[in-house]
């Protein structure tokens, strides 16, 4: 399936892997590219020395194209912006911030820049800015999310930019695919489908916590101090709501989380970690290969595009 995304960033499906700090490194992002879509290496908090190696380590695992995630709240976000220049990485996505500052340096070097962005204003402001494409990411995602649901702000997004949509939130089989296609999006990322894949880093307890959820098994926290943050539901997120309920600051609340992604991802601490996971963690089922994933995911959006009896 070939659309502007393919092009742009030089696949063979229309399919991203999310940017997601401490699961997105160099062996699950070499594993997605290698499969057919675009894998990204998640920079979240690590110094810029650290991405720079990633990036290295990734490419002694692919000659296929991949990009980074820039969380633009990293105090060394500048430095991570010129070690993707200097490393020539295909593409970025951003979030947590405008990486406008950031964009004639990309731009000029050749790397495709891709904001995600949680409103209509935000994708225009992004695309008036030199954007190449915007993912137009819903509250169903996991981590840091915005108010609106997928299905209504991918459509209003693609309506209101020329720029190619990405949709994100929601999003984790083929049916998911093909109704993005229908709302007007040209390809779709997915972080919690690919949390399960077996060339993820991810702890086997944060796999098996994702694996078991149902429907209604992940909560936002941090609505009372404008960081909302979805997650699986465990012991901290009961604390976490309890405190937040009682008026909690949000540096006391903070303290509740410091370390706690790390500690779910590598250590798998399902307690009191942070278990980022989006509200399409009761459809995953399986832990698969990247190529598994993305075969399954294309062959069944196929079907469903086509329409019946074609």
């Known amino acids: 399936m070939k659309t502007r995304i393919t092009e742009l960033l030089g696949t063979e499906h229309p399919i991203i892997q999310g940017g997601m700090a401490w699961v997105a490194e160099c062996r699950l992002a070499a594993a997605v590219s ?6 990204i290496i998640g920079a979240g908090a690590a110094p810029a020395q650290v991405v720079r190696e990633q990036i290295r380590n990734c490419r002694a695992l692919t000659d296929k194209p991949f990009g980074v995630n820039i969380m633009l709240m990293n105090p060394q976000a500048e430095e991570i912006a010129k070690v993707v220049v200097q490393e020539g990485v295909r593409a970025v996505t951003t979030g947590a911030g405008n990486p406008a500052r950031y964009m004639a340096d990309w731009k000029a070097a050749g790397v495709k820049v891709i904001p995600v962005v949680a409103s209509v204003a935000m994708a225009r402001m992004m695309e008036r800015a030199g954007a190449d494409a915007v993912v137009a990411e819903g509250t169903e995602a996991g981590g840091h999310i915005g108010s609106a ?25 083929g049916r998911g695919f093909a109704a993005a296609v229908m709302l007007g999006a040209e390809a779709v990322q997915m972080g919690t489908r690919f949390v ?23 909560e936002v926290t941090g609505m009372t101090h404008g960081h909302p943050v979805r997650q699986l539901r465990n012991q901290m997120t009961r604390e976490y709501l309890k405190l937040e309920k009682a008026g909690a600051s949000f540096a006391e609340l903070e303290q509740l989380t410091v370390g706690a992604l790390r500690r779910a991802v590598t250590e798998g601490d399902t307690v009191k970690g942070t278990l980022m996971a989006g509200q399409i963690a009761g459809l995953v089922d399986r832990e698969q290969t990247c190529q598994e994933i993305i075969e399954e995911i294309m062959e069944q959006a196929a079907v469903l595009l086509r329409g019946p009896g074609k």
């Open 34 to 39: 290698e499969a057919g879509g675009f894998g």
């Open 149 to 173: 649901t997928t299905m209504t702000l991918v459509p209003q997004v693609a309506d209101a930019v020329d720029i190619p949509v990405i949709a994100a939130g929601g999003i984790g089989d």
């Open 196 to 218: 399960v894949a077996k060339e993820c880093v991810a702890h086997e307890n944060y796999k098996r916590k994702i694996i078991a959820a149902k429907d209604i098994d992940s």
